[in-house]
């Protein structure tokens, strides 16, 4: 089955950088891109971005533009997220979730959906 | 681009939920719901508008009618509280949620 698990939480000061990571297993890692979410306490899901394993290309939300670099490990099935210049407003859960698109008759893209997520990483910035 | 949602909805057990998403020109795009409980990680309930997973209950169902996609949720029980998110796609902004919206079961 689908498995994405992600690293453990992390603490960091404000100013600093923070990489999570997302290993996938159950089935092929190219072949889906990797988004990831962030949900800060008692709010909603925020989207941060795309990255596709097989081209490298990625797209990042306008708000987390200049900050966010997502790449991969093709070796060993791993995303990673990482954003920098960290403030208290990123302290949040950032999840990795499995993209899957989908197209209409003709082959044009019609929209994407998440059918798998990891379990969650806390990223907490505190000085 | 934004997504509303009412921020809470009461039902009582064995009755219809509805929960609302809507949006400019959403109905141009298609619509996926989310569910999550405290301490969980969100699961797909719905995808393009009104297609179900395998392994999520038949009493989850989507609709989509003019800018408003509705997820609804028959003979609610306990174990459906939950909060509930909608999304949807679009090729200028990508991703987009809802604000979510919190179901009681009471």
């Known amino acids: 089955q689908v498995q994405l698990v992600q690293s453990g939480a992390e603490v960091r000061k404000p100013g600093a950088s923070v990489k999570v990571s997302c290993k996938a297993s159950g089935y092929t890692f190219s072949s889906y891109d990797i988004s990831w979410v962030r949900q800060a306490t008692g709010q909603g899901l925020e989207w941060m971005g795309w990255m596709n394993p097989n081209s490298g290309n990625t797209g990042y939300a306008q708000k987390f533009q200049g900050r966010v670099t997502m790449t991969r490990n093709n070796a060993i099935n791993t995303a990673y997220m990482e954003l920098s210049s960290l403030k208290s407003e990123d302290t949040a859960v950032y999840y990795c979730?499995?993209?899957?698109?989908?197209?209409?008759?003709?082959?044009?893209?019609?929209?994407?959906?998440?059918?798998?997520w990891g379990q969650g990483t806390l990223v907490t910035v505190s000085s | 681009y934004e997504l509303t949602q009412p921020p809470s909805v009461s039902v009582s057990p064995g009755q219809t939920a509805s929960i609302t998403c809507s949006g400019n020109?959403?109905?141009?795009?298609?619509v996926s719901w989310y569910r999550q409980t405290p301490g969980q990680s969100p699961v797909v309930v719905i995808y393009q508008d009104t297609k179900r997973p395998s392994g999520i209950p038949e009493r989850f169902s989507g609709s989509h009618s003019g800018n408003t996609a509705t997820l609804t949720i028959s003979g609610t029980q306990t174990v459906d509280e939950a909060d509930y998110y909608c999304q949807a796609w679009d090729s200028s902004t990508d991703v987009v949620f809802g604000g979510g919206t919190k179901v009681t079961v009471l």
């Open positions: 020109k959403l109905g141009d795009k298609h």
């Open positions: 979730a499995r993209r899957v698109p989908y197209y209409d008759y003709w082959g044009d893209a019609q929209g994407t959906t998440f059918d798998s």
